[in-house]
């Protein structure tokens, strides 16, 4: 069965997402984002000293990247943000509580700043995203600490009500 307004509601979201896409590539991001895979975040082989961050991972701060991955699905979203990771998790905060099953090359993901509030819909498949990439040590609410984080560009969802940002994520699907 069909909903007209959810139909509406992503038409409206992609139209007004290839205008705001065209506008940032004329003016603010004149070359496209460098392509980031979840393998080069780590030095392989591990040596003795575990997981290092790559060179790659590296350059790559302060960057304009595009990286795929999988939305976390959690029991409780976390406002203005959501966590990417290679491969689908979900975590059960509840009943596990520090424990999860997070890998090691997982990303925040955080909205514009005026959507901070925002609990994100959680979205299935591959997502397709583009962001400034920070590399750094942060301590996240709740205790969790994360070194890799992904700002989506301003213009990308801005403006947006909740419902225009789950049919722009659900846009976003990576397919192959």
Request: net charge negative.
């Amino acid at each position: 069965m069909h909903h007209p307004l959810r139909h509406l509601l992503a038409l409206a979201a992609a139209l007004w997402i290839g205008a705001a896409q065209s506008q940032v590539r004329a003016t603010d991001e004149p070359s496209p984002p460098i392509e980031l895979s979840f393998r080069d975040f780590f030095r392989s082989p591990i040596g003795p000293a575990g997981l290092e961050i790559s060179d790659t991972l590296r350059q790559a701060n302060g960057r304009s990247v595009r990286l795929v991955g999988y939305m976390v699905l959690q029991e409780t979203a976390t406002p203005g943000r959501f966590l990417l990771t290679p491969r689908p998790v979900q975590m059960s905060e509840n009943a596990d509580g520090d424990a999860d099953d997070l890998p090691p090359a997982t990303v925040v993901v955080t909205l514009d700043p005026q959507q901070k509030d925002w609990k994100v819909p959680h979205v299935r498949g591959l997502l397709s995203l583009s962001g400034r990439l920070s590399v750094q040590r942060i301590e996240e609410p709740g205790g969790r600490v994360s070194w890799v984080q992904l700002q989506l560009d301003s213009d990308a969802t801005r403006g947006m009500n909740s419902f225009e940002l789950a049919a722009y994520l659900h846009n976003q699907q990576h397919r192959h």
